[in-house]
């Protein structure tokens, strides 16, 4: 069904802009998590241990932009740093 009112063309167009915001920002996030990912895939503890901080930085941005919510950015925080932490007990 076609928006008919002002207010609700507006609103869509609204949600619009924002959605692709939002897409932005969780790409963004994916990336560096994804970088992060391969670092301890690789097994190099030094560059996940210097991304790490980088990819929380991004993930709390992203939470406080709206584009994820908060408990979801803390799983993806705790889940990474357990990973990061295996892979520093397992090289030392």
Do not use: C
Not at 10 to 17: C, E, G, M, N, V
Not at 35 to 53: Q, V
Not at 61 to 72: D, L, R
Not at 84 to 90: E, G, I, P, S
């Amino acid at each position: 069904m076609p928006l008919r009112h002002k207010s609700a063309i507006r609103q869509h167009r609204r949600s619009l802009k924002r959605r692709a915001i939002n897409q932005r920002n969780r790409s963004l996030m994916k990336t560096w998590i994804k970088k992060l990912r391969e670092a301890i895939a690789s097994g190099n503890a030094e560059a996940a241990r210097e991304l790490l901080p980088q990819v929380f930085k991004i993930i709390d941005k992203t939470v406080a932009k709206g584009a994820i919510k908060k408990n979801t950015g803390s799983r993806y925080k705790s889940r990474l740093t357990k990973q990061v932490n295996k892979l520093q007990t397992a090289a030392s």
